[in-house]
């Protein structure tokens, strides 16, 4: 082989520019605290403190720590450099922080920084210095005298003739975002931080429920990850008060730092055939999920704003996370309409604590289900003894409903095909005594025969009359939906996952379809 002549892969001015459009004032505010709680861990402080200061008039910024001072300058501004090592349980390790978070929020940067014992440096570059192209040096100053130095162990960031504006509902908004990503650092009391002197109070996601029957648990376990095991806890359970529009869902926290809030995508058992998708019904499930490891373990992007579904990490607990998920929000979407009495008058207890393996399945360790809520049928049916007696025809097709609510207090596995067969007969047998008996039109054996060989006729034909013409659309959509269910769990191969909601759906659409055709009344209270 012949050598060619030498590539210059000096990285390009430009890069800045994608960080600059990729970034926002929350983000690039925490890049700078991670970087202080990581100097503070590496140079073994018991505690730090942060400030930083949104003067609104000038519109500039002051972020400062005690941390212990920045050794090497480069770290502070060279893409990629960074005196964390990845094998520690820190925030950093992607080498973009400051460095980033500086230029994406100003275009005049001054650095100050003074390592105990010594004198202070300080680092100053503009927009000029980032649109040079050609230009990677900086040159660092060092103070000559007591007026240009900065405390021992401090360092400070000033940023003005900043990208983006602030008021003061944006920097309310970052004294939330703050108190909820740093709270477990603020509670060890390893940080104070202020944000314009005023001290910033932590936020948990633990305002639960302690029902007996229900308790917040934790599952903890490890995982490994090569060389090392990653410690995980995952904490599941039920607020004891309904928000819908607050903070519900997954929370996620890599080495005690929240990376994820209020996630409720499909990656975590949210959407059709897991959880269902978000709504108030089960805005009571709260799920925590802690991390801690190596940085290069946690399932963070760079910035630490996102969970990286695609981690390995992340992909080793992802059937956890949903599996308490879905078991959650069935509990709360069950409970619904009893949460007062049944979750929200228990405001105190204790979290119970279960030792998991995460190669394994966790369905034995799941909470029970609450059982199925089942209507008083003796009320139901007295109170349409008037219709059975003008109507014999009617007490067939209730009994269906009666046949639904036998197998509903039933638990086997197999539980929910039955009863969307029973709940399908019931429609099919409802169609034809109206067509026969209510409809006021003539059919004989054998029209009736043609006619339920296809659904769609059937269907067709109830809504020629007054009555099936008052079912919705909806009801009718529902109805094909699950008899096109029915049909694939009879005749064909494919596999059915029936969800307990399935059914609630199902039944609510049948006896709305009854209650239409023949005036069957289900408006009973239920007993639990």
Not at 16 to 45: F, P, T
Not at 84 to 92: A, D, P, V, Y
Not at 154 to 168: C, G, M, V
Not at 240 to 250: A, I, Q, R, T
Request: charged share 25%; net charge neutral; with cysteine.
């Amino acid at each position: 082989m012949k050598a060619l002549d030498p590539i210059d892969v000096t990285p390009e001015k430009r890069i800045y520019s994608s960080i600059i459009a990729d970034y926002n004032i929350e983000k690039a505010v925490c890049e700078l605290v991670d970087n202080a709680l990581d100097n503070g861990r590496n140079n073994s402080l018991p505690k730090i403190s942060v400030n930083v200061l949104m003067h609104i008039p000038s519109q500039t910024m002051e972020i400062s720590d005690n941390s212990g001072g920045v050794l090497e300058l480069r770290n502070m501004i060279s893409p990629g450099a960074t005196g964390n090592i990845s094998k520690e349980e820190l925030i950093g390790m992607f080498g973009v922080g400051t460095k980033r978070a500086a230029v994406a929020l100003a275009k005049n940067i001054c650095i100050k920084t003074r390592i105990k014992g010594e004198n202070t440096k300080f680092l100053k570059y503009d927009e000029s210095w980032i649109q040079d192209s050609g230009n990677w040096t900086i040159t660092p100053f060092i103070a000559e005298n007591e007026d240009e130095e900065i405390n021992n162990s401090e360092t400070i960031i000033e940023l003005t003739n900043l990208r983006k504006p602030f008021d003061h509902d944006l920097i309310k908004t970052i004294y939330e975002h703050l108190s909820k990503t740093y709270a477990f650092f603020i509670e060890e009391g390893f940080l104070e931080l202020k944000l314009n002197d005023t001290l910033v109070n932590p936020v948990f996601f633990d305002n639960w429920s302690y029902s007996p029957k229900y308790l917040p648990t934790k599952y903890s376990g490890f995982i490994n990850n090569g060389a090392e095991n990653i410690k995980v806890e995952i904490l599941a359970g039920l607020s004891n008060s309904s928000n819908p529009s607050g903070d519900w869902g997954v929370h996620v926290y890599c080495n005690n730092r929240l990376v994820g809030e209020n996630l409720k995508g499909l990656e975590v058992g949210f959407g059709t055939g897991l959880a269902g998708k978000p709504h108030p019904s089960i805005s009571l499930l709260n799920v925590l999920v802690f991390i801690t490891g190596e940085s290069n373990a946690m399932p963070w992007n760079s910035s630490k704003s996102a969970i990286n579904y695609s981690h390995p990490t992340f992909k080793k607990i992802q059937k956890h996370i949903c599996d308490l998920v879905i078991r959650y929000a069935k509990i709360s979407r069950a409970l619904e309409g009893d949460w007062a009495e049944k979750l929200f008058k228990y405001s105190s207890g204790n979290i119970a604590e279960k030792s998991i393996v995460f190669e394994r399945m966790l369905s034995r360790e799941l909470p029970p289900l609450p059982p199925p809520r089942k209507q008083d049928i003796v009320k139901v049916k007295d109170s349409n003894k008037t219709l059975f007696d003008s109507k014999p025809w009617t007490r067939g097709v209730f009994g269906g409903i009666e046949a639904k609510e036998i197998i509903l207090r039933k638990d086997f596995s197999e539980r929910n095909r039955f009863l969307l067969i029973v709940l399908d007969s019931t429609l099919e047998i409802a169609f034809k005594e109206f067509l026969v008996n209510d409809s006021g039109g003539s059919y004989s054996d054998s029209r009736l025969l043609s006619l339920f060989n296809d659904r769609t006729q059937v269907c067709l034909e109830i809504k020629k009359y007054r009555r099936g013409a008052s079912i919705p659309i909806k009801e009718w959509k529902l109805i094909k939906y699950y008899y096109n269910l029915r049909c694939k769990l009879i005749h064909q191969k494919a596999a059915i996952n029936l969800q307990d909601r399935d059914i609630e759906i199902f039944s609510d659409t049948v006896e709305s379809v009854l209650a239409r055709l023949f005036g069957l009344n289900f408006k009973i209270e239920a007993s639990a």
